[in-house]
């Protein structure tokens, strides 16, 4: 005899019809799959993670482009306001 408990009540799985103690099982196995699927999923989302960390962390040690532009253009209006040399 194979009882089920939960946090209210509990149950003898004998006391179920055989339409329902199919019914059970399959429930049962559904529900050990998602689980299953829930914890790949959280590896997947944890890589990816890390991943997307790595790539931030690559991108930090390039130097920008625009950054690098911005700053010619500035000395460059800067040279041009000087008051010439006379």
């Known amino acids: 005899m194979e009882t089920v408990q939960s946090n209210t009540n509990s149950f003898n799985i004998s006391d179920l019809t055989e339409e329902e103690q199919a019914l059970l099982r399959t429930i049962q196995e559904t529900k050990q799959q ?50 010439p040399k006379k």
Request: glycine share 6%.
């Open 34 to 83: 998602l689980l299953f699927e829930i914890q790949e999923l959280k590896k997947e989302i944890e890589d990816v993670t890390n991943e997307l960390v790595g790539m931030d962390l690559g991108d930090e040690n390039k130097p920008d482009p625009k950054a690098k532009q911005a700053r010619q253009i500035s000395i460059g209006r800067k040279k041009f306001n000087m008051d």
